[in-house]
C-alpha cells in the first residue's frame, strides 16, 4: 500500500516515513500542500496524511482542492490544532479522520488499517485464498496453518496481490503501490521480488497462487483443477 505524507516540519516527516516503512508502507512525502497536492494528483495513493500547518498552502485549502478535483483518496488530517471547530472544519472539507499531535505513533498505525480496510467494499481484516492467509494488523501470514517470514517488502507485495486476487496486475500497477516514487521502472526488482515471495509462498504446495501472464504481469488466484501449475 501506498501512502503521501504531507508534513513540512523533517523530523515529523522522516519519523512518519520511517515507521510506515517498517510496517510494510511504500512512503512518499511532500514538503508543503502545493507539492503535497501535485503528488496526489499524479500518484494513485491508497492514503495521504496531511497536516493542517504547511507553508504555501495549508492542509484545509490543499484538501479542499483536492476533493474539488475528485480525488476520494482517505486523508488523516495530523495536526496540533485540537479545538473542535478545527476538527469539524477538517472534517466537513472531506477529512476521513483526524489525529491531534503529539499522537502515540501505534495510535496512527491503528487508524492508518482501519482506514484501508473501510476504502474496500467490506474488506476483511484477514485476508484469504485458499490455504493463505494474511493478518494486515499483525503482519502474520501462514499457509496450511504454518508461519511464513516474510521481509516489509515482500509482505506489502503480498498484502496488494491479495487485495486484488483475480485481477492481472501490470510491473507498473505493482511498483506505483508498493515502491514509492523513487522507484526505476526500468529495473527488474519486481521480477526479483515476485520470484522470492513464490519461494516463500508457493513453493512445497501442491497449488501454486502466483501465477504470470506473459507480456504482461502477475495475478494471485488458485488455479483451474485441469490446470497445469
Given at each position: 500500500?501506498?501512502?503521501?505524507?504531507?508534513?513540512?516540519?523533517?523530523?515529523?516527516?522522516?519519523?512518519?516515513?520511517?515507521?510506515?516503512?517498517?510496517?510494510?508502507?511504500?512512503?512518499?512525502?511532500?514538503p508543503n500542500g502545493k507539492?503535497?497536492?501535485?503528488?496526489?494528483?499524479?500518484?494513485?495513493?491508497?492514503?495521504?496524511?496531511?497536516?493542517?500547518?504547511?507553508?504555501?498552502?495549508?492542509?484545509?485549502?490543499?484538501?479542499?482542492?483536492?476533493?474539488?478535483?475528485?480525488?476520494?483518496?482517505?486523508?488523516?488530517?495530523?495536526?496540533?490544532?485540537?479545538?473542535?471547530?478545527?476538527?469539524?472544519?477538517?472534517?466537513?472539507?472531506?477529512?476521513?479522520?483526524?489525529?491531534?499531535?503529539?499522537?502515540?505513533?501505534?495510535?496512527?498505525?491503528?487508524?492508518?488499517?482501519?482506514?484501508?480496510?473501510?476504502?474496500?467494499?467490506?474488506?476483511?481484516?484477514?485476508?484469504?485464498?485458499?490455504?493463505?492467509?494474511?493478518?494486515?494488523?499483525?503482519?502474520?501470514?501462514?499457509?496450511?496453518?504454518?508461519?511464513?517470514?516474510?521481509?516489509?517488502?515482500?509482505?506489502?507485495?503480498?498484502?496488494?496481490?491479495?487485495?486484488?486476487?483475480?485481477?492481472?496486475?501490470?510491473?507498473?500497477?505493482?511498483s506505483e503501490h508498493v515502491?514509492?516514487?523513487?522507484?526505476?521502472?526500468?529495473?527488474?526488482?519486481?521480477?526479483?521480488?515476485?520470484?522470492?515471495?513464490?519461494?516463500?509462498?508457493?513453493?512445497?504446495?501442491?497449488?501454486?497462487?502466483?501465477?504470470?501472464?506473459?507480456?504482461?504481469?502477475?495475478?494471485?488466484?488458485?488455479?483451474?483443477?485441469?490446470?497445469?501449475?
Open positions: 500500500m501506498r501512502i503521501l505524507v504531507i508534513e513540512d516540519e523533517r523530523k515529523v516527516a522522516s519519523f512518519l516515513k520511517k515507521g510506515l516503512e517498517e510496517n510494510a508502507y511504500a512512503v512518499d512525502v511532500a507539492i503535497g497536492e501535485e503528488l496526489a494528483l499524479a500518484n494513485p495513493y491508497d492514503l495521504i496524511l496531511l497536516d493542517v500547518m504547511l507553508p504555501v498552502q495549508d492542509g484545509w485549502e490543499t484538501l479542499r482542492r483536492l476533493r474539488q478535483k475528485r480525488i476520494s483518496t482517505p486523508v488523516l488530517m495530523l495536526t496540533a490544532l485540537g479545538e473542535t471547530e478545527d476538527k469539524i472544519r477538517g472534517l466537513d472539507y472531506g477529512a476521513d479522520d483526524y489525529l491531534t499531535k503529539p499522537f502515540e505513533f501505534g495510535e496512527l498505525l491503528a487508524r492508518v488499517r482501519a482506514l484501508l480496510r473501510r476504502r474496500g467494499e467490506s474488506r476483511s481484516p484477514v485476508l484469504r485464498l485458499a490455504d493463505l492467509e494474511l493478518d494486515p494488523a499483525t503482519h502474520e501470514v501462514t499457509r496450511a496453518g504454518k508461519r511464513i517470514s516474510l521481509t516489509a517488502k515482500e509482505f506489502a507485495l503480498l498484502e496488494y496481490l491479495l487485495r486484488n486476487r483475480g485481477i492481472v496486475l501490470s510491473r507498473d500497477a505493482i515502491w514509492n516514487m523513487d522507484f526505476n521502472p526500468e529495473s527488474n526488482v519486481v521480477d526479483a521480488f515476485v520470484k522470492l515471495l513464490r519461494k516463500k509462498i508457493d513453493k512445497g504446495f501442491d497449488k501454486q497462487l502466483i501465477h504470470t501472464v506473459v507480456g504482461i504481469g502477475y495475478v494471485m488466484r488458485e488455479p483451474d483443477d485441469d490446470e497445469n501449475s
